[in-house]
């Protein structure tokens, strides 16, 4: 029996097209406002940087925003599912320490190479040629992986919940972020981050209420753990304590937690995204922003999927469940259909609203920073590297929005190859281990050891690849005798593949770097990257890297300044991180996992009470501390919109000059010379 649709395709085509342009729209009009209000031109440095000025509340909301993939929420709630409530925990815990950790290589990459665009001309300034290339594949294959996992996973569940066309859903998903992005650049990945941000958590917090305190059907966490320990008598978990749900002893959970921890180490340290992040914000503001961000972060797909997962196992044997009388089936479960199945067995169509926002939210937002981290490869990593070095910003532009829109036509038509081909999210999600992990340790060696040499680092990713691979396959025949979609998408193979392919480089970075010579390398070429050329651009406005009111000896005294903040940073957070990684990994789900404890009912109680808790901290530190932090600037640009719809006040445009502030704003984006010429 299939499933029921919950909303007719009007729903589908509304929210996918509809908020799809009103994004846009915003977009184009908030550009708008901060080249009127606030002085700001899109330079080619704009739009790949943001002005390298972003602060900490904004950043901590961008990473929520873009490390809230499809998978975040769909993928979660699956092996919520499959595992019961050892899943969502190693997920999100497997997934969270990446951030955590990647806050210290930000820091390195601030101090380290203070001018650069994208990781990748960190890697040609140390290594040349060979490696860049090698470094440039394995990026631009991160970004695809990612960018089909986004618009895979949010298509099958916009299919799913309307009925709409699953190739016509693949098509318009990107339609609306590419317009948003064209116009804004990365400074439109950060507004709209926010605001992404904000909804989704709305959504969540309701959900959870609603599971745990409101519903009819539920109501509180008593009653979904009763309903979770009937479940278990009809369908105990294989490989789970006593076949429970309520066990953090999960064999195949914790086999899932190793391939999560291996596969999004290469999605976070070798996304260039994530670069992108680091090199927006403002020195000071790269440490907390990332630490804000991966902490917020954590409780979204462990409440959610502690939310939904639970729910659906709760609700499956309840008519008001879509494949009511029958359970999920595997291939729905991949699909991502977990999520959106519970969500309409708990509110009905608001349910599959409320489902269908939060999948635009994290598909649009994480796409938006897919587009700007390929284009940014692109424009200064080929084009500018091997095509035309001496390109002008003014060209540059025109190059980054021609990547972009092609960029999106690319992953869409591959999504539909996929689609027809049978491989689902839940099978991308668990095999770009496999083929990108290979490369974040000579990636991270780059910024932190000075002796890899160009030979460690160009050939350890293609070895570890092809090693990985072998594991891979050889475990998956081994295992089944066949090279299907469903053996190779099993657990073992998986896992093989995965850890053969980060741990590989162990082996081969000292054995190369020892054996052809360590580079002694003296950090020097990449404090040489320079900024993009936008002097053409200062003919309409002064160009935004050079005014800055200061003579060279002051630039010079203040770039001392940031190096010796970076320096203090970098020591806080490499403590912070290994204190913070140890905890999420080690301390807080060993014991439960070493014991096989059952939750009781009140430790259950307890369990949702700090996931609850945890969701409303993140509202706080990344949905409402960027406007506190913004306030300022946001209340002075609102009186200056209201005085030029009124006429109360002569307003003259401050396009003249274009400086940006670091201290007041989310949109940090005019100094206090400024503010004491436009007052």
């Not at 009763?226 to 959970?253: F, I, K």
């Not at 917020?296 to 609700?315: E, K, Y």
């Not at 929005?401 to 999504?415: D, E």
Request: with cysteine; charged share 10%.
């Amino acid at each position: 029996m299939g499933a029921t649709v919950a909303l007719d395709q009007s729903y589908g085509y509304g929210i996918v097209l509809g908020l799809g342009f009103a994004f846009a729209f915003g977009m184009i009009l908030t550009t708008f406002i901060l080249k009127r209000y606030n002085s700001e031109l899109q330079t080619s440095e704009m739009f790949s940087t943001a002005g390298r000025t972003v602060k900490s509340g904004l950043v901590g909301s961008a990473v929520v925003s873009s490390w809230t993939w499809a998978a975040t929420l769909l993928q979660s709630s699956g092996v919520c599912y499959r595992y019961g409530v050892s899943g969502p925990f190693w997920y999100a815990s497997g997934a969270t320490v990446q951030i955590l950790l990647f806050a210290t290589l930000a820091i390195e990459l601030k101090r380290r190479a203070p001018n650069a665009h994208t990781f990748l001309e960190v890697i040609r300034a140390r290594y040349g040629t060979i490696a860049h290339i090698v470094f440039m594949v394995f990026g631009l294959v991160t970004n695809i992986l990612v960018s089909l996992m986004l618009i895979v996973g949010g298509s099958a569940t916009v299919s799913a919940l309307t009925g709409m066309h699953t190739i016509a859903a693949i098509f318009l998903l990107p339609l609306g972020v590419v317009l948003y992005t064209l116009v804004g650049g990365l400074k439109a990945t950060f507004l709209t981050d926010w605001v992404h941000t904000f909804i989704l958590l709305i959504i969540i917090i309701i959900f959870s209420l609603t599971t745990y305190a409101t519903s009819d059907t539920l109501g509180s966490p008593s009653a979904v753990y009763d309903a979770l320990a009937a479940a278990a008598s009809r369908h105990p978990v294989d490989g789970n304590a006593h076949g429970s749900y309520l066990t953090m002893r999960s064999r195949d959970g914790a086999i899932f937690f190793v391939i999560n921890i291996v596969g999004n180490f290469g999605t976070v340290f070798l996304d260039n995204g994530y670069y992108n992040k680091a090199i927006a914000a403002s020195p000071v503001h790269a440490l907390p922003g990332y630490l804000i961000g991966g902490l917020s972060w954590f409780a979204i797909p462990w409440l959610t999927a502690t939310t939904m997962g639970l729910a659906a196992l709760s609700l499956e044997n309840n008519p008001l469940f879509p494949t009511y009388p029958d359970r999920m089936s595997d291939a729905a479960v991949s699909e991502g259909l977990v999520l959106p199945y519970a969500a309409v067995a708990l509110l009905g169509k608001g349910g599959a609203v409320a489902t269908l926002l939060i999948i635009f939210m994290a598909v649009t937002s994480a796409t938006s920073a897919e587009l700007i981290a390929v284009s940014s490869i692109f424009t200064y990593d080929f084009y500018r590297t091997y095509i035309k070095p001496d390109a002008s910003g003014k060209r540059l532009i025109y190059i980054s929005h021609c990547i972009v829109v092609a960029y999106a036509i690319f992953i869409s038509c591959f999504s539909v190859g996929l689609w027809y081909a049978g491989i689902s999210m839940g099978y991308l999600y668990l095999m770009m281990g496999c083929i990108i992990s290979s490369a974040v340790l000579p990636a991270t060696l780059t910024l932190v050891w000075n002796k890899q040499n160009k030979y460690a680092a160009a050939l350890s990713p293609v070895l570890g690849l092809a090693v990985a691979l072998i594991a891979w396959l050889v475990t998956a025949k081994k295992q089944c005798g066949s090279l299907d979609v469903a053996c190779t998408g099993s657990n073992m193979p998986m896992l093989a593949g995965n850890v053969t392919a980060l741990l590989s480089p162990l082996v081969f970075i000292p054995v190369l770097t020892y054996a052809l010579g360590p580079q002694n390398y003296d950090w020097k070429s990449m404090m040489e990257i320079r900024k993009g050329d936008d002097t053409d651009e200062s003919s309409v406005l002064t160009d935004v890297e050079n005014t800055n009111g200061t003579d060279a000896s002051d630039k010079s005294l203040q770039e001392k300044e940031e190096q010796e903040k970076l320096l203090r940073a970098g020591k806080i957070s490499k403590i912070t991180t290994i204190v913070m990684t140890i905890a999420f990994l080690v301390l807080w789900p060993l014991p439960m996992y070493g014991s096989g404890y059952i939750f009781s009912k009140p430790f259950f109680t307890g369990w949702i009470t700090v996931g609850i808790i945890w969701i409303f901290g993140s509202f706080f530190a990344v949905g409402l501390f960027p406007i506190f932090e913004g306030r300022r600037t946001l209340i002075r640009t609102a009186k200056y919109i209201y005085g030029d719809i009124t006429g109360s006040r002569s307003f003259k445009s401050t396009a003249g000059t274009v400086v940006h502030e670091a201290e007041d704003t989310p949109s940090e984006l005019v100094s206090s010379k400024e503010q004491e010429k436009q007052g």
